[in-house]
């Protein structure tokens, strides 16, 4: 880029096509009912693979109606845990890396309009 003193606006080379990189994502979560620790404990090692399913994730979020594929977890917060009547309560934060901006996950529902699965477009 390229800006001369004595012309208006800047010297600028675009492309045909504009590439989208890789970024990072911080989500926020909340855990609500009893032994809030294990709960925690055992969604981030469902993240992380130990379950068998694999690392790779597919998100969506129905209020914004997007979704990305190719995510991993590359770290999460310790949890700050918080009594609720008889519920206990953990806020915590996971850190993801969105390895594919473009492709699009779209949801499949069932006959109560309740997401199901996730495909790829």
Same mark, same amino acid.
Request: aromatic share 12%.
């Given at each position: ?19 989208? #990189?890789? $970024? ?6 909340? $855990? #609500? ?7 925690? !404990? ?15 994730? #597919?998100?969506?979020?129905? $209020? ?5 594929? #190719? ?11 918080? !009594? ?19 492709? !699009? ?17």
């Amino acid at each position: 880029m390229d800006d001369y003193p004595d012309e208006d606006g800047e010297d600028v080379f675009i492309p045909e096509i504009l590439t989208v #990189k890789a $970024y990072d994502l911080d989500v926020d979560f909340s $855990y #609500k009912g009893a032994d809030a620790e294990n709960g925690v !404990r055992v969604f981030i090692d469902y993240l992380l693979g130990h379950d068998g399913t694999g690392a790779s994730l #597919k998100v969506y979020n129905p $209020y914004i109606k997007m979704g990305r594929s #190719k995510i991993y977890i590359t770290g999460f917060s310790e949890p700050e845990f918080n !009594r609720e009547n008889d519920e206990e309560i953990a806020n915590f934060t996971i850190s993801f890396r969105v390895t594919d901006p473009r492709t !699009r996950v779209v949801p499949s529902y069932d006959g109560n309009n309740n997401i199901i699965g996730l495909t790829t477009t």
